[in-house]
């Protein structure tokens, strides 16, 4: 006699927050999405000054307490999308970004947590590895109306969680497993 498999039943969508973050020397910037790619939140977190060097540890509570446990993250299924540090040829400045990264991944790592290198974001959300600040700009604002008036690093960061939405907007039972 021929046993028959039988599927689990899929689950239901999760609700889910995509953070993508964008970090440089001095501080971070995240933006929200929700599983249907709409912005419900941005923050940042930045030195006193650009002089200032952040540390990890304050990269890591800030975003424990102003990122992670927000009351949108704490209702939904949480991925934390960052770019991957990039190398600079300055080396003080290539380190300083790492930093700020390592603090994400520390806090994030409780969560889904993803780093994706700029190219592979930009391609995919752009079309184009290679795209410029206006390019990812003119995106942004299209697709984020309220991101007009706010730094560049706001459009990268929502790019990015875009990225994440897409990878994991529709699959999001399948996240943790």
């Not at 046993?3 to 039943?9: C, G, I, Q, R, Y």
């Not at 540090?85 to 991944?105: D, F, H």
Request: include cysteine; aromatic fraction near 8%; charged fraction near 20%.
């Amino acid at each position: 006699m021929e046993e028959k498999l039988v599927k689990p039943p899929l689950l239901p969508p999760q609700k889910i927050v995509v953070v993508g973050v964008d970090c440089s020397t001095t501080g971070y910037c995240a933006v929200f999405l929700d599983e249907h790619g709409d912005c419900v939140n941005t923050h940042s977190f930045k030195a006193h000054s650009d002089n200032d060097v952040c540390n990890m540890g304050q990269v890591a509570d800030d975003f424990q307490d102003n990122v992670l446990e927000t009351e949108i993250c704490e209702t939904k299924t949480v991925v934390v999308v960052t770019e991957a540090p990039i190398y600079i040829q300055n080396i003080k400045v290539t380190l300083g970004i790492a930093r700020i990264v390592s603090g994400i991944q520390l806090m994030g790592s409780c969560h889904n947590h993803f780093t994706v290198d700029n190219k592979h974001w930009k391609k995919d959300v752009l079309g184009n590895g290679k795209a410029s600040k206006g390019d990812i700009k003119q995106f942004a604002v299209l697709k984020w109306p309220g991101l007009s008036g706010m730094a560049q690093d706001f459009c990268d960061a929502a790019c990015i969680a875009w990225w994440g939405v897409r990878r994991f907007g529709k699959n999001a039972p399948l996240l943790g497993e």
